[in-house]
């Protein structure tokens, strides 16, 4: 199974918004509503931000949020925070009852 | 409060293989909706998912590692061990051990990690 496709980097100002696409296929992120994703901060454990496409686990900033249309899943990032700068990336359950993650994106906060 | 902890050898010679022990606490892996995951992450790189297993024994592996992994649990010890054979220095990476509830996609809980080298 291959990973799937992120940007590679994505930047924005303080207080802007910015969105993350996450492109699979019809067998992983076009075939189930089960897309997580996951912040990651250098040197630390990633962090899970939205599950299912869309919930976001207790705790997490109402400032993300995340959808999906067809093959492709996106996590928006609302009113950009200092904070926000991380690695994010997604995963998805797949038809061979396995998950695939993708390729990461970086965030860069200007 | 769930915790989990991984353990093993921080350093493999190529052509051996690694077992990696997952610790937990906060859940019993006796449920059928409760899991525990393996991921990996090479220095600079993507995470990858390697594993999964559930409390009915229900086993997951990446098909493109499976003929190399193994993925067993002890209940009673709360531990989950993870084998993986045949070790080269491509598979360099932090391994982290995870938990998960069957109705959910993500994986909510993380080990701290532990950094493997393979290397003569």
């Known amino acids: 199974q291959s990973a799937l496709t992120q940007p590679a980097s994505v930047s924005g100002s303080p207080g802007q918004s910015i969105t993350i696409s996450c492109t699979g296929t019809s067998s992983d992120v076009g075939g189930y509503d089960y897309v997580a994703w996951y912040q990651q901060h250098p040197g630390e454990a990633p962090k899970l931000i939205i599950y299912?496409?869309?919930y976001r686990p207790s705790g997490v900033s109402l400032r993300f949020s995340g959808s999906k249309s067809g093959n492709t899943a996106s996590l928006t990032i609302f009113g950009l925070q200092a904070a926000d700068d991380a690695d994010y990336y997604c995963s998805s359950y797949t038809s061979r009852r396995t998950h695939v993650f993708g390729s990461g994106t970086k965030v860069t906060v200007l | 409060q769930i915790t989990l902890k991984e353990s093993g050898p921080t350093v493999v010679a190529p052509t051996q293989t690694l077992t990696l022990t997952c610790t937990f606490s906060g859940f019993s892996l006796s449920s059928r909706e409760v899991g525990v995951g393996w991921i990996r992450q090479p220095p600079g790189e993507a995470l990858e998912w390697l594993a999964l297993i559930y409390g009915d024994d229900d086993k997951r592996h990446s098909p493109s590692l499976k003929s190399r992994l193994t993925i067993t649990k002890d209940t009673s010890r709360s531990q989950v061990v993870f084998t993986m054979t045949t070790m080269d220095p491509v598979d360099t990476a932090t391994y982290y051990c995870?938990?998960?509830?069957?109705?959910?996609?993500?994986?909510?809980?993380w080990g701290q990690g532990h950094p493997v080298t393979v290397s003569s």
């Open positions: 299912n496409v869309d």
């Open positions: 995870t938990y998960k509830n069957r109705d959910s996609s993500g994986y909510e809980y």
